[in-house]
């Protein structure tokens, strides 16, 4: 049959589009899995299948202002907003949810930007759908202490002011801070202090866990995360960054706790080491 006999494409119905925004709305969900959900696993299935009901999911996620990432069984209907989005977490927002103060939405960046790091420690591991990384608080925490101590070394021994700057862009700003704050710290009945850089990582992979990007696996190292497939993509996605250049470059060894090594989310502005920065996650 050639192209002139082909019957016409059948239209679009409205039962097509809401179809393709439920899959959608399912892709903002983060912890519902399509194995799990039979309305979910068919939609998906029909995403595979269906040309034109694919392109019409991708439409609707468009038009909202998110960028479909994969579509698998695996990730489910992965999604990223765009920075014009609504559903774009905004860094002060993450800040308000997190209860921190203003001053310390750059070390929640870096905290991020550690986590990220450590979940894949090669290339290599971000780019197999089979690898599973896994990080602990302590674990972020100690290795980011450790980068901060190479900042120091590195700014000492170029005769640079020590001082906290900040006015300062990227990692610069937020090593000095990092370094000053008290790594624990408690309060009378012994609970961790929220502002402390443990408390602030703990903040920190929850938010990721509550998005679907980490998954708690233990209480070990004051909490075991892996990552799921959605966070994979994510940090696949946003890997490249200035930031994460810069925490290359000291050439620190992850701190050995099961965790990995180095990849971050975004450029400065994503990892939140600018005020009022976008965070690359969805709400």
Known sequence: MTDTQRPPAAPVTPADAADAARLVSFGLQPRTSPARDAEYGALLRRY?????FARLADAVAAGLGLVVLEVSPRAGMAVAAA????FAVRMSEYARRAAAETADRFLH????????????????DLAD?????RVTVNGVEAFV?????RLEEQAAAEGENTDPATDAPGLEAAWRVWSRRTATGATKDARRLAGSTTGIVGKAVAFLADSGFLQRTGDDGGGTYRTTARYQLQVRELAASSAMAELLALGVVPVSDGSGSLVPPTDDDALGLVPDAGLPFHG
Not at 83 to 86: A, G, K, L, N, R
Not at 109 to 124: C, I, K, N, S, T
Not at 145 to 149: L, P, S, T
């Open 109 to 124: 960046g870096l905290a991020h930007l550690a986590v990220a790091a450590l979940a894949f420690p090669r290339p290599a």
């Open 48 to 52: 595979q299948e269906e040309p034109p």
């Open 145 to 149: 202490r450790q980068a901060c101590r």
């Open 129 to 133: 759908d089979g690898y599973i990384g």
């Open 83 to 86: 920075e014009d989005s609504v």
